[in-house]
């Protein structure tokens, strides 16, 4: 199996079912945690030096930061239903209580962060569903917590893709810094499938080919993209759910397609030397 997927595990005392820190990702920056709760059940947070984005993909909780209690946040049934999840911004060192008021499926993503940004939930209005790409390439894109929102280092999206779709593509990757062209950002890809069964391939690769690895990703699996690019296909007759998590030196997504296949944005296709 690919050292870059991570599966899901039986639940610990605490619902937690997949743990990726920078520690154990090799990187700097992007931490990833999904929680499985059933109803009544709490889970119990405070992230050292981390701001963390907690994203309710389905189900009911009751959410408290510190001091501040935003009550009921969720409800949405499953990752495919049309409707945004419940999300709450949590500041470096606050400690926080989720409780399931129902089954429940809670991403915990974090990265570093500082002082001066308030805990607050992230408006379900404000993720309103863009459609991106076209024939195959169609997706439905919600950003939960874009560059234009408050955090320091935090970015995340999730993305539905019809089966038999393209997704994360034309291949692009932001694994480099330059200024006005490109941002350097580590990604953590978290997979639903719709039935279960079925599976999606994802590839990770650089211009060199240093690293180049398809990825058969099955219901529930992390991808991580330490660098790279990252495009995904689902299988025929599967709907593809991802969330992204995005965190690097700079809080901007800014991204270099593959120029072997930019052609694509264009309507004139085009033949290379490779």
Known sequence: MSH??????????????IDITPESAGWKHVGFRMVKLLAGQPYRGQEAGREACLVVLSGD??????????????????????????????????????VA??????????????TGISARTISPHEMVRKVRGMGTNTR????????????????VVEVVTPGGHWSSYPPHKHDSARPGEETAL?????????????????????????????ILVEDEDVVMV??????????????????NVMAGPTRSWLFHNDSDHAWMLSDTPQSTSR
């Not at 499953?78 to 989720?98: I, L």
């Not at 439905?140 to 970015?155: C, K, T």
């Open 186 to 214: 580590e990604e953590t890809y978290y997979h639903r499938i719709n039935p279960r069964q079925g599976f999606a391939c994802q590839r990770v690769y650089t211009d060199d080919r240093r690293l180049d690895e398809m």
């Open 140 to 155: 439905y894109v919600r950003n939960i917590l874009p560059e234009d929102q408050p955090a320091f280092s935090l970015l």
């Open 101 to 114: 008021e129902s089954a429940v499926e809670l991403a915990v993503c974090t990265a570093p962060g500082s």
């Open 226 to 243: 330490p660098e790279g690019y990252h495009p995904v296909s689902a299988a025929h007759g599967y709907d593809l759910y991802y969330l």
């Open 61 to 98: 909780t009751h959410i408290t930061v510190g001091e501040t209690d935003f009550g009921h946040v969720g409800g949405r049934k499953s990752v495919f239903e049309d409707v945004a999840p419940g999300a709450v911004y949590v500041p470096p060192d606050e400690p926080y209580v989720v």
């Open 4 to 17: 870059l997927r991570v599966k899901s595990a039986p639940c610990d005392d605490f619902g937690v079912v």
